[in-house]
């Protein structure tokens, strides 16, 4: 049988809310070596992602980071798999899409992240994740509206 994002979902992940500033989330992802934080809002809907990238690129060199919101430079576009989504899928949309990591929602609530590297792990989905990595690593454009396509 196929196995689905929730039989390799890393499911305990640390998130910042809408009002932390990019040192909460600096911070966490040092305290968690993750270079990858999902936004979420009250009811831990996910809505968006903060990327060391983010904060290098759209904060330091573009504004003051200390008083700088997650929110003023998460991408809020996201791409993303459900728990019983196959992974042979998840491998196409990351490929598709470019994204090395994958939040997994349930209703618009998050419960858990993929990444590359769990792709790898599945004996089943090898050849698609190899793929996906290929993909992923090919020159991508950066839109003005903050996304890469």
């Known amino acids: 049988m196929a196995k689905k994002l929730r039989d390799i979902m890393t499911s305990n992940i640390a998130t ?16 968690h070596n993750v270079g990858i934080i999902p936004v979420v809002d009250e009811q831990n809907k996910c809505i968006g992602l903060i990327t060391d ?3 290098v690129i759209r904060a330091i060199a573009d504004k003051n980071p200390p ?3 997650v929110v003023d430079i998460m991408s809020e576009r996201l791409i993303s798999g459900e728990p019983d989504m196959s992974v042979s899928r998840a491998a196409e949309i990351m490929a598709k899409e470019k994204v090395r ?3 997994v929602l349930e209703n ?9 590297a769990d792709l790898t792990r ?3 989905t090898q050849d698609e994740a190899a793929f996906a990595i290929e993909e992923v690593s090919e020159p991508t454009t ?8």
């Open 16 to 31: 910042v809310t809408q009002k932390d500033n990019l040192y909460e989330a600096a911070v966490k992802m040092k305290e």
């Open 53 to 55: 990238r983010d904060i």
């Open 67 to 69: 008083s700088t919101s």
């Open 101 to 103: 990591r994958l939040p």
């Open 108 to 116: 618009g609530t998050l419960v858990g992240m993929v990444a590359m």
């Open 122 to 124: 599945n004996k089943e």
């Open 142 to 149: 950066i839109h003005s509206q903050g996304y890469m396509q």
